[in-house]
């Protein structure tokens, strides 16, 4: 449409976030905690259907099965994985206004950006990410655990219990959904960095030398998920990392242009046999995977890794949702999230036309037959052309509205969200007419 724009700024879809119902501050009314977020009643419908969108897309396939491992792990993994010794972000003060900064965001040979004095940043300082807390009662070191950091290290750990329970042949992956905890020393940009967020993470276990293709099959596979969830190409961009991790070979970011910049969405690493290998070394068990069909061959299968923030991806899905039509035009003005309806968070919202027993009676009985399919929503409040404006902001793919024509024509007028196109369409054809165009 020529008439519409794209979000402009943070603060328009953070303002919405609110007004609607997708996201609060954390402990609001306290003032607030820096980088958490709660979701809302809307947020929460949305995310879960991304995740549930990512899950389907994970493990409808024969090669990869799900876990779900615990937050609180030995504490040795994260000495075997690297995290306790390197898990670090360098950091810089201004000791003018004391803003803090990561000193490989800036460049700290330049004034400070937000003050502006020259040379005034402390020494580079490591600091590292993990949050520490104490398992047990009592408070000393031997009891000290980490609220892990990724979810990646859950499955490496459990690789052989998968392998050998589901009697997995290489190559096969373990998807898992889940918290991670970071001690960012600079959050911001709304969901975008946050010190308590979701995870996507699968773990593809390969025969060492097969890991270029496997990179190939899954950067693929991954930026057409993307595509499928309505994110605009346009949007999105591949980022080659240069300076790779200690543990990987080849890594490649997702970037999404937020209003703020390019931001990375999701990483595909090839992250070698690094983690499987430090595990066995750590723990002392054998973590070979014996090749049936190669001879019995032994090795320690490499990795190749997708890994997506379920709530940096909510914040793209919600960027990229965010339309203004006929900006400026006080009377035709509308904001509208053009989620995919597969995301959106209410399908169908029904309408009375107005608040009357006999229009309420019927609308519920439509209500009831969708619900049966479909998370709807009932409004009977505010003016007609009010409540389709609020479910455009809450992305709605369609309203139903029931009029006193229903009650003898036994049709009902549905709204299309994108196009405004409203059509008349019979009480007993509404179900098809629905399926057919909410079929995901
Ligand atoms: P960044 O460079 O932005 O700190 P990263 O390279 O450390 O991210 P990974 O460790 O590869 O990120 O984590 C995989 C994904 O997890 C990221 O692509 C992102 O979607 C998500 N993620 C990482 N850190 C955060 C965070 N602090 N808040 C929200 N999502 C995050």
């Known amino acids: 449409m020529s008439n519409e724009t794209n979000l402009k700024s943070m603060n328009d879809l953070v303002a919405l976030c609110k007004s609607r119902g997708f996201i609060f501050q954390s402990s609001e009314v306290y ?12 947020g929460v419908e949305l995310k879960n259907n991304l995740k549930a969108r990512w899950w389907k897309s994970m493990t409808f396939r024969p090669d990869v099965v799900g876990i779900d491992a615990s937050i609180l792990m030995h504490p040795t993994v994260w000495k075997a994985s690297g995290h306790v ?31 502006g004095a020259k040379d005034s940043f402390t020494d580079i300082r490591q600091f590292n990410l993990m949050f520490k807390t104490q398992m047990g009662a009592m408070e000393d070191t031997a009891s000290m655990v980490y609220l892990r950091p990724e979810t990646a290290q859950g499955i490496f750990v459990n690789f052989l219990n998968v392998q050998t329970t589901m009697r ?36 593809y276990f390969i ?43 080849a890594a490649f970011d997702i970037e999404y242009e937020f209003p703020f910049g390019w931001g990375e969405i999701e990483g595909i690493h090839s992250r070698t046999d690094f983690d499987l290998k430090q595990h066995e070394e750590f723990s002392g068990k054998n973590l070979h995977y014996v090749d049936q069909v190669n001879n019995n061959e032994k090795y320690i299968p490499y990795v190749l890794e997708t890994s997506v923030g379920a709530d940096r991806g909510l914040l793209m899905v919600l960027c990229d949702a965010y339309r203004v039509e006929n900006a400026g035009d006080k009377d035709n003005e509308r904001t509208v999230m053009k989620f995919h309806p597969s995301l959106a968070p209410i399908k169908v919202a029904v309408l009375p036309l107005m608040k009357k027993p006999e229009l309420e009676e019927c609308a519920n009985k439509v209500l009831f037959d969708l619900m049966q399919n479909y998370r709807c929503e009932y409004d009977v409040s505010g003016t007609i052309g009010k409540r389709y404006r609020r479910q455009d902001e809450i992305g709605t793919p369609f309203c139903v509205t029931i009029d006193y024509d229903s009650l003898t024509d036994h049709s009902v007028t549905v709204r299309n969200r994108d196009t405004m196109v409203q059509e008349r369409i019979s009480m007993n054809k509404l179900e098809s007419y629905l399926k057919d165009k909410l079929k995901f």
């Open 31 to 42: 003032g607030g905690l820096n980088s958490c977020y709660d979701m809302g009643p809307y």
């Open 85 to 115: 010794d390197g898990f670090s972000d360098p950091l810089v003060d201004c000791k003018a206004c004391k803003e803090r900064y990561r000193a490989d965001k800036i460049d700290i040979k330049q004034p400070c950006p937000k003050c």
């Open 168 to 203: 997995k042949k290489l190559p096969f992956g373990i998807a898992q959904i889940g918290k991670a905890f970071r001690n960012e020393i600079t959050p911001g940009n709304f969901i975008f960095r946050m010190r308590e967020f979701e995870q996507m993470e699968m773990q």
């Open 207 to 249: 025969k060492p030398g097969t890991q270029k293709e496997a990179m190939e099959q899954w950067k693929e596979a991954r930026w057409k998920w993307h595509l499928d969830n309505g994110i605009r190409a346009e949007k999105l961009k591949w980022y080659k990392q240069e300076e790779l991790a200690h543990y990987a070979d």
